[in-house]
Structure formats: C-alpha cells, structure tokens
C-alpha cells in the first residue's frame, strides 16, 4: 500500500484527487481538491468535474443530503486517484519526490450545488477501500 500523509485544517481533511474517465476511454486525470468526508455513503462531485472532465451520464439516481430531502441526480462512472509521493533516487544521487496514482473507479453521482473548497466528496465507498488513520491534526491514509 502505498501512504499520503497531510494535515487537518479547520477540522477538515482536503486532499487532492485526480479524476479521468473511466477505462477504456481514459483520459489525461485533472486534479480537483476533495473533501474527506466519513459521514457520506457515497463519493459525489460538482458540475465542474463533469465538465472539466467531459463525462457522460450513466443515469440517475438519489442521493440524500443533510437536509433529509432526497434529490434525483446525474450518475457517473469515474476513474479516481490519489496522488501519492513516492521517492526516487536520480543517478546523480539526489533524491526527489515523484507522484504515483493510487485510487479506483467508481460510480458516483453529481452535487446538486457548488462546495466553496472542494469538487469532490470522497464518501465511504472509496475510503472502505483505504486505510485511514487520524490523529493529532494529521491524517494517514493508505491506499
């Protein structure tokens, strides 16, 4: 498993995930900030990735928010990673960080608003598949 290590800022992890379609169309992943949320079942994201990624709906479904209303909305199947620094050692002996994708794909489905710091709401359906570990404002997770 391979291990990013960060820290909580106003009590919030927010990370960075990259999202591309799914195989076999892949595309070039785009990086969106996400909010680690254990409270949400499911992975959602905003009309921003949908576009900036140019993905096509697989159909609806409903999500339930914290208000309690339910709300129908547009499914996606996604490609999503995590990237994560691995160090390497250059022949000249100096050492350097270099990002290896980590992640899954995955249905998720549309935010019907805009979150102001992130795009993406990793829900328990991509955390269950991970190791996390939260302690002393700094966060461990394992993918």
């Known amino acids: 498993m391979e291990t990013f290590v960060g820290n909580i800022k106003d ?5 960075v995930a990259a999202v591309s379609q799914p195989h076999p169309t892949s595309s070039t992943p785009i990086p969106f900030d996400a909010l680690l949320d254990t409270g949400a079942q499911a992975t959602l994201i ?6 900036d990624v140019g993905l096509v709906s697989i159909g609806t479904g409903r999500i339930i928010p914290v208000s309690g209303k339910v709300i129908e909305t547009n499914k996606y199947r996604i490609r999503m990673d995590i990237p994560i620094g691995d160090e390497i050692v250059l022949p000249s002996g100096q050492r350097r960080m270099e990002p290896v994708l980590r992640g899954m794909e995955l249905d998720v489905s549309q935010l019907p608003y805009q979150p102001q710091n992130h795009d993406i ?23």
Not at 11 to 15: A, D, K, N, P, V
Not at 46 to 51: L, S
Not at 123 to 143: E, K, P, Q, R, W
């Open 46 to 51: 905003t009309e921003k990735v949908v576009k």
């Open 121 to 143: 709401l990793l829900g328990m359906d991509f955390i269950n598949a991970c190791h996390l570990t939260v302690h002393g404002g700094n966060y461990i997770l394992s993918i």
């Open 11 to 15: 009590h919030q992890i927010i990370l």
